[in-house]
């Protein structure tokens, strides 16, 4: 019954900003940390920010001071605002609740391409 659904990735040239989305559904969305990871070709999943139910956000250091994390908690959405993009941060994205169950997976969504040409 959780569902995320990404949104907002697209093809843009480096140094280019993109927006992505993640709307939820079937949680009580303010209770959740809510993260971002993603997937570059080749790689392994990796984290890219996280931003607790009202703590403060944490980015993986490829992204500091780049991208930004927010979240909506009247709308149930979580952002991920990408600046200075470069081709390195091609990759699909993900959307991912946390458990509020110990040691659990957690929910993802189905993730977003983000291309970043040079």
């Known amino acids: 019954q959780v569902q995320l659904v990404e949104s907002g990735g697209g093809l843009v040239q480096a140094g280019g900003s993109l927006r992505l989305s993640c709307v939820t559904s079937g949680i009580v969305f303010s209770s959740h940390r809510m993260n971002w990871h993603r997937r570059g070709p080749g790689k392994h999943r990796e984290l890219v920010a996280s931003i607790g139910n009202n703590g403060r956000p944490i980015y993986a250091p490829a992204v500091q001071g780049r991208f930004t994390i927010s979240r909506d908690n009247a709308q149930n959405i979580v952002y991920l605002q990408m600046n200075s993009l470069n081709p390195e941060d091609t990759a699909v994205y993900y959307c991912?609740?946390?458990?509020?169950?110990?040691?659990?997976?957690?929910?993802w969504g189905q993730g977003t391409q983000v291309t970043v040409s040079s």
């Open positions: 991912h609740v946390e458990s509020l169950v110990p040691g659990r997976e957690g929910a």
